[in-house]
């Protein structure tokens, strides 16, 4: 798995969860699917992604843009 699928499987699980979050608490659980969809659109004009940093310093992604499951290997 490359690091743009796991960054859209991350955006569209977090989108599914605001959908359910909208659907059965609040409606305001599409402040959620609205951010990654912002978050999505910005990182393509700045080259910004906030999750790939997160997964890169959590030690998933090393500087090479290799993923790692168990953390570093």
Do not use: K, Y
Request: glycine letters at 12%; charged letters at 10%.
């Amino acid at each position: 798995m490359s690091i743009d699928q796991l960054i859209r499987l991350l955006a569209g699980s977090v989108t599914l969860v605001g959908v359910v979050l909208t659907h059965w608490f609040s409606p305001w659980g599409l402040l959620l699917p609205a951010f990654v969809g912002l978050n999505l659109i910005q990182s393509v004009f700045t080259g910004f992604c906030l999750p790939s940093l997160i997964l890169h310093r959590l030690g998933w992604i090393d500087e090479a843009g290799i993923i790692h499951w168990g953390g570093r290997a």
